[in-house]
T-cell receptor
Framework: NAGVTQTPKFQVLKTGQSMTLQCAQD?????MYWYRQDPGMGLRLIYY???????DKGEVPNGYNVSRLNKREFSLRLESAAPSQTSVYFC??????????????FGPGTRLLVL | AQSVTQLDSQVPVFEEAPVELRCNYS??????LFWYVQYPNQGLQLLLK??????LVKGINGFEAEFNKSQTSFHLRKPSVHISDTAEYFC?????????????FGKGTLLTVNP
C-alpha cells in the first residue's frame, strides 16, 4: 500500500515551458487535492476534485489546469511556467464518505524550479 | 470565510523541555481543527484532530491539543520534546458550512529541538 505517490520528485523548467505533475493514490479515496507550499505561506489549495469527474478551483488556481483521469489519478498541468510558480507541490487525498472531516493524506511532494 | 493564525513562525527549545505551539482560528460556523507535522523533505502527516466531544485531544508521538471555543484557539503541547520532534507544524481548520470539506492551513511553526 503506497498511499499517495507523486512524480517527478524534482523538476527544473525554463520560463514558458509546460509540464504535468502526476499524482496517484491507492486508498480508494474519492477526493483529491493539489497544494503549493511556499516559505512563510503555509499550504495553499490550487485545485481539488471532490469525486471522479469533478474539479473545482481553490485559492490560487491561476496558471494551472487539472485533470481527474480516474478515481486514482489527479494531474496538475502548468501550460506556460513562470518563475512565480517555483514552489513545492503536494498532492493529497481523503475518503470523503460524507462524515465529519476525514484526514487528508499527503504525497512526498514535487520540487519545481522555474528559471 | 475561515482563517488560521499561527502566532509563532519559529520555536527553538532544548531537548526534554515542554513546548506549546499556538494556533488561533476564525470561522462563522462550527469547525473541525487539525494539526499536521512535516518532517524535513517529507509530506505532511496528521498529528491529531478535533471534531467534537472532549476538548482535550491526544495525538501521536505524545502530542496533545486543547480546543478552546471562547478563545478560538487550538494550541498544541508536548510535555517533553525529543530531537526527533524537529519539524514544521501546521494548524488547519475546516468548517461544516460547505458542500466539500476543505482545509485552510496556517503558515506553519518551525520547531527546532536543540541538544
Amino acid at each position: 500500500n503506497a498511499g499517495v505517490t507523486q512524480t517527478p520528485k524534482f523538476q527544473v523548467l525554463k520560463t514558458g515551458q509546460s509540464m504535468t505533475l502526476q499524482c496517484a493514490q491507492d486508498m480508494n479515496h474519492n477526493s483529491m487535492y493539489w497544494y503549493r507550499q511556499d516559505p512563510g505561506m503555509g499550504l495553499r489549495l490550487i485545485y481539488y476534485s471532490a469525486s471522479e469527474g469533478t474539479t473545482d478551483k481553490g485559492e490560487v488556481p491561476n496558471g494551472y489546469n487539472v485533470s481527474r483521469l480516474n478515481k486514482r489519478e489527479f494531474s496538475l498541468r502548468l501550460e506556460s511556467a513562470a518563475p512565480s510558480q517555483t514552489s513545492v507541490y503536494f498532492c493529497a487525498s481523503s475518503a470523503w464518505t460524507g462524515q465529519p472531516q476525514e484526514t487528508q493524506y499527503f504525497g512526498p511532494g514535487t520540487r519545481l524550479l522555474v528559471l | 470565510a475561515q482563517s488560521v493564525t499561527q502566532l509563532d513562525s519559529q520555536v527553538p527549545v532544548f531537548e526534554e523541555a515542554p513546548v506549546e505551539l499556538r494556533c488561533n482560528y476564525s470561522s462563522s460556523v462550527s469547525v473541525y481543527l487539525f494539526w499536521y507535522v512535516q518532517y524535513p523533505n517529507q509530506g505532511l502527516q496528521l498529528l491529531l484532530k478535533y471534531l467534537s466531544g472532549s476538548t482535550l485531544v491526544k495525538g501521536i508521538n505524545g502530542f496533545e491539543a486543547e480546543f478552546n471555543k471562547s478563545q478560538t484557539s487550538f494550541h498544541l503541547r508536548k510535555p517533553s520534546v525529543h530531537i526527533s520532534d524537529t519539524a514544521e507544524y501546521f494548524c488547519a481548520v475546516s468548517d461544516s458550512g460547505g458542500s466539500n470539506y476543505k482545509l485552510t492551513f496556517g503558515k506553519g511553526t518551525l520547531l527546532t529541538v536543540n541538544p
